[in-house]
């Protein structure tokens, strides 16, 4: 059977390069990175060369502004309630947006427990905040904004250094989640004015399990996870040598070929809109029209249901997403789609696909094709479609 992966958005293969740089790390330089011998210095040195990579591509002042998790769901709970919890004393005021990812939506409600008020900005029809709502709710005693820098279902793309200007106006600290933004668009923290952020080294061709949390220097965090003295006394835990070498090499390559790559993203992705929208009816394109990342097209197929759609894809070798990864067992419409003011019954139809560099034409072809025949069927059965609608 043909197998064409169309769900990049949730997590990527780890490409050769990224491998190659992580291998010698499991069995050749396996010491523990905190270790004083010969062996842990070793492993050390490939820690920092990761951080060192890091902080380049995303223009930190310092190298030690990058803090090693176990991913995106740690950093932003990380810089969530870690930050939260530092500045209590200003005040209890968070906001952050009503299409955020759970990672931080559920870290928000569970500081809601403790006392903490959390503000949700709602978003337009394309999904972006607005920024004179943002201005009119912030207080005396906010004290963190977090709004995401790509939505990881849609793919639109905020407004993030504006945003980060206003807060820094009524100085308020931002953080924004950018696990989706890393590898799709050129991120400067200094020159975005970002004083947190998120990032995940499996959307970029890296290893899973592994992530980090830029914080800038003078921004006070409390820790999240116990246990020990690593990375600087603010994360406990024995580094993950080889997967942190992966991200590093992973995050350096995401910028050397970013231009090429959302080249190539950006023809495949038209193609592939002017194909279904040439040959399948009755379709509904979500995200901003033009602010938008170039691997992610988000489609609400109407009077069918996403789940059912992307059973039949499967059935033919093609891999889709009905929403996030994170909330695929869900049975409920993607909040993101509710906030943006889609309809239920248009949002249970919906499908994400998301294109990986390795995508081609003939690829496409073959999607839309089975995508075709599968909607076909699915209408030729509905009751909405029998009802009327045709």
Not at 77 to 94: E, F, P
Not at 150 to 173: L, S
Request: hydrophobic share 40%.
């Amino acid at each position: 059977m043909r197998k064409v992966y169309l769900d990049n958005a949730a997590t990527t293969f780890v490409s050769s390069e990224v491998l190659a740089e992580m291998l010698p790390c499991f069995n050749t330089i396996y010491g523990n990175a905190n270790s004083l011998h010969s062996f842990g210095r070793e492993a050390s040195n490939i820690v920092d060369r990761a951080r060192d990579r890091i902080a380049t591509a995303i223009g930190a002042a310092k190298s030690n502004e990058i803090y090693f998790t176990s991913g995106g769901t740690e950093a932003d709970n990380w810089a969530i309630k870690g930050i939260a919890h530092a500045y209590a004393n200003k005040g209890k005021h968070i906001i952050t947006s009503a299409i955020e990812h759970h990672a931080v939506l559920e870290a928000c409600a569970q500081l809601e427990k403790e006392g903490y008020e959390v503000t949700y900005l709602p978003v337009d029809k394309f999904g972006l905040v607005s920024l004179p709502d943002l201005i009119h709710e912030i207080k005396k005693d906010t004290t963190l904004v977090s709004i995401m820098a790509v939505n990881n279902e849609v793919g639109t793309i905020q407004n993030i250094k504006a945003i980060a200007k206003i807060c820094h106006e009524y100085g308020v600290i931002f953080h924004t989640d950018a696990v989706q933004g890393l590898g799709s668009l050129r991120l400067n923290v200094q020159d975005m004015e970002i004083d947190a952020m998120s990032i995940s080294g499996h959307k970029i061709y890296g290893p899973k399990g592994v992530g980090a949390l830029y914080l800038k220097n003078g921004i006070r965090i409390e820790p999240l996870i116990a246990g020990g003295a690593q990375e600087r006394n603010k994360r406990g835990g024995t580094l993950n040598v080889p997967a942190i070498a992966g991200f590093g090499k992973a995050v350096e390559i995401a910028v050397r070929d970013l231009a090429i790559n959302q080249q190539k993203l950006k023809a495949v992705r038209e193609y592939f809109i002017a194909k279904v929208t040439e040959r399948i009816p009755y379709i509904q394109i979500n995200g901003h029209p033009h602010q938008k990342i170039q691997g992610t097209v988000h489609i609400s197929f109407e009077m069918i249901e996403g789940e059912s759609i992307l059973m039949l894809l499967d059935l033919e070798g093609v891999a889709v997403s009905t929403a996030s990864a994170c909330t695929s067992n869900s049975l409920q419409p993607s909040h993101v789609l509710r906030a943006m003011g889609i309809p239920d019954e248009i949002a249970q139809g919906s499908i994400r696909f998301s294109f990986g560099k390795n995508i081609s034409k003939d690829d496409v072809d073959y999607v839309v094709d089975v995508l075709e025949k599968a909607v076909e069927q699915l209408r030729s059965i509905s009751p909405i479609t029998k009802a009327g609608r045709k």
